[in-house]
């Protein structure tokens, strides 16, 4: 499982705005076209199983359907998530888990561990892509759940979203 950047950037940027938080410059929102950038990864690894993007419910929401229709088990690893230390903080401040903060220029991608380095010299080599990362993978060991594998060793459940995202962004 391939992400394509920094996870949160969007949603802690527009309620940071919207609710007058003083946060650095260098967090901004993380609009952007991958139109571009998909067909250049389609076209070096066609045989990509699934490419969404990880917008309301973020990257929790998309992992948790595609686990759930795909039926498979999904491992991430919390040290390769891509979290900027100023979204980190955000979190940390207002309770928020980036796994399920919206963004507006990531996706997620799911293709065989034999593409995964083609995939990521071709996200590498272009400004949506370059910090692009594996941050886990599929497994039938728990068909329909994805599980985190924390810093200090242990596995948590990243559930679906309950309801909306409070506050609502968009």
Same mark, same amino acid.
């Given at each position: ?37 998909? +067909?250049?990864?389609?076209?070096? @690894?066609?045989?990509? %199983? *699934? ?5 309301? =419910?973020?990257? !929790?929401? /998309? ?47 799911? +293709?065989?561990?034999?593409?995964? @380095?083609?995939?990521? %010299? *071709? ?5 949506? =892509?370059?910090? !692009?990362? /594996? ?36």
């Amino acid at each position: 499982i391939i992400v394509s950047g920094y996870l949160g950037d969007h949603a802690a940027a527009i309620m940071a705005l919207r609710h007058k938080l003083q946060l650095p410059d260098t967090l901004k929102s993380d609009c952007a076209p991958l139109n571009k950038l998909v +067909a250049k990864i389609l076209k070096a @690894a066609p045989g990509i %199983a *699934v490419l969404r993007d990880a917008t309301r =419910g973020g990257a !929790a929401a /998309v992992l948790n359907e595609i686990a759930g229709q795909a039926g498979v088990g999904m491992l991430i690893d919390e040290e390769c998530l891509p979290v900027r230390r100023e979204v980190r903080g955000f979190c940390d401040i207002l309770g928020f888990d980036p796994m399920y903060l919206a963004n507006e220029g990531k996706m997620l991608i799911f +293709a065989n561990k034999a593409d995964t @380095a083609k995939i990521l %010299a *071709v996200m590498h080599a272009d400004e949506y =892509g370059k910090n !692009a990362c /594996v941050i886990g993978s599929t497994n039938d060991t728990a068909p329909g759940e994805v599980g985190l594998r924390t810093n200090i060793g242990g596995i948590r459940i990243i559930d679906m979203p309950a309801g909306e995202q409070i506050p609502r962004i968009c």
